[in-house]
């Protein structure tokens, strides 16, 4: 449930930590998994971020920059076609660009598997989990 | 137009005619000339403009045109129907409709239990939520597997959503250092099984164990828990195949000695 003012997590290693949903794209109600949004980061990821190298997080992105994201994982519950249902600990997003690429050239963490049906195939195979 | 038609389809006209005797005969089931006639006399005042036909099939004929206007039929409750054996004339009047047979006064278990029974027919997975001492409990470390591939999912079972069809489980684990919860119908095709990892050391001694969720509590990754058991499931299968092939070997010897005994 990623609406305004939402506060999420990147994981990614395009050097934001933190950024805030400032408009969710192309729909009104709120954002779910693989829903594209556009935030504010508010947070950079330090020279001693953790579990990435020093080569990789060369840093893109500044805090106040405004980009476009794509939600990989949300504290809602997201229900599947078979009668099960996915929740996470956290709101967590992956920045890209206007086309639609990837930003950082890494996702570390766990990613939801409605990434498949809204087709974003490149942020999966960056992933290296998926629930 | 119509000649065309027929030169087209030249059994056009005997389907009509077939489809006209099929309607009379669901709207007459059973007549009689004989009934016909011995019970129009019987009958009590008929409003004007309505005539009798067969049983209570009423028809109106318009004064006009001769023609009828609309019919309907009179039909009694199956309860008069049952109890209308004391009066002749009723019994008479009354179209003989199926005794209707009440539905049971609650439906939804029975169609619930039915349900169960096709999805689950061994009842496997009914036993092994049921309320008993064997059957897996909260607290308890399980593993579900998919039908369609991908990896299976462990965790801690936090919950047990019983909805007959619809009971559902809520399993709970850290997977690359992130909670995640997954509910899964327990009687769902896609989860291809079910299993015991390892069981609670003590019992709950609440049904929802949500606390699990707060970081005091929180058990983290079972991933180590559920590699052992994996290791230890396969030695003892291997172990089994083992003695099963050491076994198989000798009664094979056996019974190529016996066969080499009998060619002498």
């Known amino acids: 449930m990623i609406q305004l003012k939402s506060m999420l997590n990147c994981i990614d290693n395009s050097g934001a930590a933190m950024v805030e949903c400032v408009m969710v794209v192309g729909q009104k109600k709120h954002a779910s998994i693989g829903d594209r949004i556009v935030v504010v980061v508010q947070k950079q990821r330090g020279a001693a971020a ?67 049906k809204k087709k974003w195939s490149k942020i999966l195979s960056m992933a290296p989990m998926q629930a | 137009m119509n000649t065309a038609l027929l030169v087209r389809r030249p059994l056009g006209c005997l389907k009509a005619s077939l489809r006209q005797t099929r309607q009379q005969n669901r709207v007459f089931p059973n007549r009689h000339m004989a009934t016909a006639t011995a019970t129009a006399s019987k009958r009590g005042p008929i409003p004007s403009g309505v005539s009798i036909d067969d049983h209570n099939f009423y028809r109106i004929i318009d004064p006009k045109t001769k023609k009828t206007r609309t019919a309907f039929a009179v039909y009694t409750p199956p309860e008069t129907t049952s109890h209308s054996s004391t009066t002749t004339t009723t019994k008479k009047r009354s179209l003989t409709l199926p005794k209707l047979i009440s539905p049971p006064a609650d439906p939804l278990p029975a169609l619930h239990a039915q349900q169960i029974k096709r999805m689950d027919p061994t009842g496997a997975r009914t036993a092994l939520f049921a309320k008993t001492r064997t059957a897996a409990r909260v607290g308890d470390i399980l593993m579900v597997t998919h039908r369609r591939g991908g990896e299976p999912f462990a965790g801690v079972l936090l919950s047990i959503r019983r909805a007959g069809i619809d009971t559902a489980i809520l399993l709970r684990n850290h997977l690359a250092k992130v909670g995640v919860e997954m509910w899964y119908k327990i009687y769902n095709k896609n989860v291809a099984g079910i299993e015991i990892v390892k069981r609670a050391k003590k019992r709950a001694r609440r049904a929802r164990l949500t606390y699990m969720r707060k970081p005091k509590h929180d058990m983290g990754s079972v991933s180590e828990v559920v590699l052992a058991w994996r290791k230890m499931r396969r030695v003892v299968a291997t172990s089994k195949a083992a003695s099963k092939a050491k076994v198989d070997a000798k009664a094979k010897k056996a019974g190529k000695a016996a066969g080499a005994k009998k060619a002498k």
């Open chain 1, 50 to 116: 953790e579990g990435m190298s020093a080569a990789s997080t060369a840093v893109k992105v500044k805090r106040g920059d405004i980009r476009h994201a794509v939600v990989v994982r949300t504290r809602q519950m997201v229900s599947r076609r078979d009668g099960s249902v996915v929740r996470f600990d956290d709101n967590a997003c992956v920045l890209i660009n206007k086309a639609g690429d990837p930003v950082g050239t890494r996702v570390n963490g766990i990613v939801g598997q409605e990434l498949r």
